[in-house]
Every structure is written in structure tokens, then in C-alpha cells.
């Protein structure tokens, strides 16, 4: 299947500070990548997607100003969380689907980062 | 308006016995509809998709889930447990092209 890596795998920041997420699509292009929070023991909530060339669209309840999304080509997409809070510790998932797969097809995942602000 | 229920929040199983993992869902068109399994600090794996095709699903590791859609629900099953199954297992409808939701996810555990 298609790849989606994500990086950093993991990261510890101080409070106050921004933290930049990576996601890629390697062996395809993404018009659209997912942006998903997931909190200890609970299910993946989805907070954006992200759109090649244009403005992400964000979920009811997620900060535009707190969560910054760039889909600046077509196999890359960053969330930064700015100004992080140790609220903000979570889980961050990415997903792409391979629009070359056809209509409806699976969504890949990235591995997720596990941000933790101190 | 599409939503998905997983019934069991944990689920506990002996080796080698079988596996049913309970999903609910919701929808107001023909859904597609997925099982994902998540091992611990990692990303999620695909476990089968359903799609409009055969209601049986196969998937991979001998998961398997059918779709009934007078019962609104897509039940993973797999026959004999192995440790190596321990996770959590999500299942998600998504009714456009893109837009994934996911139930509240299953924690499986296989005792010894």
C-alpha cells in the first residue's frame, strides 16, 4: 500500500514554544492529507484537512490561530502548534488517500508524533 | 448523519480462541466502511475495507468482517487469537471521499 511518513516520531517542548509536524506521502500525491488529534486511551478526532494550494479546513471546536496547517506541494503537509501548552500533549496522526486508487479507497496513516509540553 | 458505535471498549479473549470485535454504524448512503488496528504509540494499520463489493470481507492476519446491512452493522471476527493480536481496533465509516469517522475503539487483549 501507499506510505505516509510522519516526523518527528516524537517531541518535548517547553511550554510557550511551536512545534512544526511533518507529513509526506512517499510513492504518491495528496491533493488532501488529514490532520487527526488522538488523547490517551480515547479515539482519533478529526481537527483538519488539509488542502494543496489553498486554506485548510478546520472542525468545529479546533483553533486556526493555535494549530497552523501548510499544504505547500502535493506530498507534504505541516501542523505547527504554536505556542504549546501542556494541554496540547497528545497524539498526532496524519492520513492521505492515493487519489490514483480510485474513488473511494482507504486512507494511510503516518506512524503519529507524541507531543508532550512541559 | 454518519456515526459509528463500537460496543465493547475492551475486549478479552484466551489464545487461540475467537475474536468478535462488535461495530454499529450509521449512515445515511452507502457507506464505506473500514477496521484499523493501532498497536501502542503507533500509527494505524488497515485491516479490511468494505466498499460496496462482497458483504464477507477479508483481511489481512485472518481477520475477516461482514457487512449486514439490515443489521447496520460490520462485526470483526477472527477465528483463533494470537498474542500478537493485543490492540486497539477502531472501526470507521466514511460516507464521502475523504471524511473518516471513527468509533470509540476496542481494546482487545489475548491472555495466555
Known amino acids: 500500500g501507499a506510505v505516509v511518513s510522519q516526523h518527528p516520531s516524537w517531541v518535548i517542548c517547553k511550554s510557550g514554544t511551536s512545534v512544526k509536524i511533518e507529513c509526506r506521502s512517499l510513492?504518491?500525491?495528496?491533493?488532501?492529507m488529514f490532520w487527526y488529534r488522538q488523547f490517551p486511551k480515547q479515539s482519533l478526532m478529526l481537527m483538519a484537512t488539509?488542502?494543496?494550494?489553498?486554506?485548510?479546513?478546520?472542525e468545529q471546536g479546533v483553533e486556526k490561530d493555535k494549530f497552523l496547517i501548510n499544504h505547500a506541494s502535493l506530498t507534504l503537509s505541516t501542523l505547527t502548534v504554536t505556542s504549546a501548552h501542556p494541554e496540547d500533549s497528545s497524539f498526532y496522526i496524519c492520513?492521505?488517500?492515493?487519489?490514483?486508487?480510485?474513488?473511494?479507497?482507504?486512507?494511510?496513516f503516518g506512524q503519529g508524533t507524541r507531543l508532550t509540553v512541559v | 448523519a454518519q456515526s459509528v458505535t463500537q460496543l465493547d471498549s475492551h475486549v478479552s479473549v484466551s489464545e487461540g480462541t475467537p475474536v468478535l470485535l462488535r461495530c454499529n454504524y450509521s449512515?445515511?448512503?452507502?457507506?464505506?466502511l473500514f477496521w484499523y488496528v493501532q498497536h501502542p504509540n503507533k500509527g494505524l494499520q488497515l485491516l479490511l475495507k468494505?466498499?460496496?463489493?462482497?458483504?464477507l470481507v477479508k483481511g489481512i492476519n485472518g481477520f475477516e468482517a461482514e457487512f449486514k446491512k439490515s443489521e447496520t452493522s460490520f462485526h470483526l471476527t477472527k477465528p483463533s487469537a494470537h498474542m500478537s493480536d493485543a490492540a486497539e481496533y477502531f472501526c470507521?465509516?466514511?460516507?464521502?471521499?475523504?471524511?473518516?469517522?471513527f468509533g470509540t475503539g476496542t481494546r482487545l487483549k489475548v491472555l495466555a
Open positions: 492520513s492521505a488517500r492515493d487519489p490514483g486508487q480510485g474513488a473511494v479507497t482507504e486512507a494511510f
Open positions: 510513492d504518491f500525491q495528496a491533493t488532501t
Open positions: 488539509s488542502n494543496e494550494g489553498s486554506k485548510a479546513t478546520y
Open positions: 449512515s445515511s448512503y452507502s457507506p464505506s
Open positions: 468494505y466498499t460496496s463489493a462482497a458483504t
Open positions: 470507521v465509516v466514511s460516507e464521502g471521499t475523504y471524511k473518516y469517522i
